[in-house]
């Protein structure tokens, strides 16, 4: 299983799975924080607060499951921490 490890204050995205206008191929991602402080969201500016780039709060051990046979979640996915943490991941490929 794919991980991350951010450092405290930074942003990491779990990739985009579009390439040079390819349809998208990724219909499921799931992705879970180990331990530390998260914050996820689709604009690559997400922070721990904010009036326009707050991230959506992680819990530790609660997974984040996006999943759809409509709908496509290939666009990259960024995570914030504001004091370091351990993310692990997985995706569904089409």
Same mark, same amino acid.
């Given at each position: 299983m794919p991980k991350l490890t951010i450092s405290a204050g930074v942003t990491v995205s779990i990739p985009s799975t579009q390439r040079l206008n390819v349809p998208a $191929?990724?219909? !499921?991602l799931v992705f879970t924080l180990i331990s530390g &402080?998260?914050?996820?969201?689709w604009t690559p500016t997400v922070t721990a607060s904010g009036a $326009? &780039?707050? !991230?959506?709060?992680?819990?530790? !051990?609660?997974p984040v499951l996006l999943h759809s046979e409509t709908f496509d979640f290939s666009a990259a996915v960024n995570i914030f921490s504001a004091g370091g943490c351990v993310i692990n991941y997985q995706e569904l490929l089409q």
């Open positions: $191929t990724r219909k !499921g &402080d998260a914050f996820w969201g $326009t &780039d707050a !991230g959506i709060p992680m819990a530790a !051990g609660a």
